[in-house]
């Protein structure tokens, strides 16, 4: 995802226990709520071209340092001893906030407002949900006409940035 300036930061436990579907797995099993989560935003990153990274609480963590995983371009963050996620949020914004475009998704009332400040855009977890759905929604419906029309090829399911990418990466062979 070289290249790419729009980001989502996202509060991983706010986003979980916003969610009711994720609340209800993370009562039986929080590593699946987890999961859950990011095989649902590495869906909605795929279809919207923009880079996820999903930051988890782990301050508790007697010892832990700042953990990075990737699953495919979704970054997937776990907070050093001590620090929370709203924390390391916020620092990143901090970096990053003003010479990119940044959504934080969390329904934290105080977050939201200091994400703004520092020159990031806030959306609810409600409304994350909202667009999870829509994206989800315009994915299948052009899928279903693609294959209801005989059109199954690739510029008919990827969105035009994609395509652009995909032609630099053949240019580049």
Not at 3 to 12: K, S
Request: proline fraction near 0%.
């Amino acid at each position: 995802m070289a290249g790419c300036n729009d980001f989502l930061l996202v509060d991983g436990y706010n986003i979980i226990n916003a969610w009711q579907n994720l609340r209800r797995i993370s009562k039986d099993s929080l590593e699946d709520a987890r999961d859950a989560l990011i095989e649902i935003l590495r869906d909605y990153q795929g279809y919207k071209g923009i880079k996820v990274i999903i930051v988890f609480d782990a301050h508790l963590i007697e010892g832990g340092t700042e953990i990075h995983e990737y699953y495919g371009d979704v970054e997937v963050v776990y907070t050093k001893e001590g620090e929370i996620a709203d924390q390391y949020i916020e620092r990143w914004v901090n970096h990053m906030g003003r010479d990119y475009n940044v959504k934080v998704a969390t329904s934290d009332y105080v977050e939201q407002t200091i994400v703004l400040s520092r020159g990031a855009t806030r959306m609810s977890a409600r409304e994350l949900y909202m667009e999870v759905k829509v994206a989800e929604r315009q994915r299948n419906d052009r899928y279903i006409y693609n294959k209801k029309s005989g059109n199954n090829f690739l510029s008919d399911n990827v969105t035009e940035d994609v395509l652009k990418k995909v032609e630099r990466i053949r240019r580049q062979r």
